[in-house]
């Protein structure tokens, strides 16, 4: 099957992506494009995915950069229907998880350098260390947004799930994780319905994510400022309630309440068995 066919060009993509003009010439090719047109698809039809191409995916992933090569991530696919729903529920209702053909759970995991090591006849005990937990979540997060460059390029949708965290220890419980591993993060995989081509959502402009040599934020509070009006005026197209983006991500972080039962994470990857020492 070849790659969805994207007729705008990169500066075009641009456009839509910063609601401004690129103040420079752009390379322009088929993967860039495909990267720049993103778009989370929350709404999928029943049709299975095609043989080989969870297969791939998963390849593309493999074949991620990965910290001294200790390849700390696994990946659990799910496809059985009464799995799926009971994930939907832990991940605080969203119905495309049952919905999609393919769910797919990505694992920190641990387990697998320790059981390498006692075969090998060494201690694991660099593994207790927070560094250990951090380059496995990196890694992990690398290795799932190739599967998703991959996914797209064959007509495929994804959407990001971060709603597995909610309940890590029943996610854990009912994907039979072994200790060390955590699921950080779950993947919708299928083809989107016709009704969910979505649009490219506004993000910030590069003169406030992008620093040259040293980290400078002497004019962000207007940059930003300029960022709440372009995404407000997304939200109004979409015909969605309009808002400032400064207002509702500050609600988010205002309180650990903010964060959904999530504020004690680090006793349940504790009792998961990852000390963080």
């Not at 910030?204 to 934020?217: G, N, P, R």
Request: glycine content about 6%; charged content about 20%; overall charge negative.
């Amino acid at each position: 099957m070849t790659s969805p066919k994207i007729t705008l060009s990169t500066a075009q993509l641009w456009e839509r992506r910063y609601r401004n003009q690129p103040s420079t010439s752009l390379p322009d090719n088929e993967i860039l494009r495909l990267q720049m047109a993103h778009h989370s698809v929350r709404s999928y039809r029943s049709d299975p995915i095609p043989e080989g191409f969870l297969e791939i995916g998963i390849a593309a992933a493999s074949s991620a950069a990965t910290s001294s090569n200790l390849q700390t991530w696994s990946v659990v696919a799910v496809k059985d229907q009464e799995k799926r729903n009971r994930l939907a529920e832990l991940a605080g209702g969203q119905v495309y998880i049952a919905q999609a053909p393919v769910f797919l759970a990505w694992v920190v995991d641990l387990s697998r350098l320790e059981r390498v090591a006692q075969r090998e006849g060494h201690s694991a005990e660099a593994l207790d260390y927070a560094e250990s937990f951090l380059m496995g979540t990196f890694d992990t997060g690398i290795a799932a947004q190739n599967a998703v460059v991959a996914f797209e390029s064959l007509g495929l949708g994804t959407v990001y799930i971060g709603g597995l965290r909610n309940h890590p220890e029943e996610v854990a419980a009912l994907l039979e994780l072994p200790e060390r591993t955590i699921a950080v993060v779950g993947m919708c995989v299928g083809y989107p319905t016709d009704n969910a081509a979505g649009d490219i959502k506004p993000r910030l402009a590069q003169d406030v994510v992008l620093h040259h040599e040293q980290y400078e934020h002497h004019q962000e509070a207007e940059r930003v400022e300029a960022y709440n009006q372009r995404a407000d005026a997304y939200q109004q197209e979409q015909g969605l309630s309009s808002r400032r983006w400064t207002e509702t991500v500050s609600m988010r972080v205002a309180k650990a309440a903010s964060l959904g039962g999530r504020h004690v994470m680090r006793h349940v990857l504790q009792r998961l068995g990852f000390p963080l020492d």
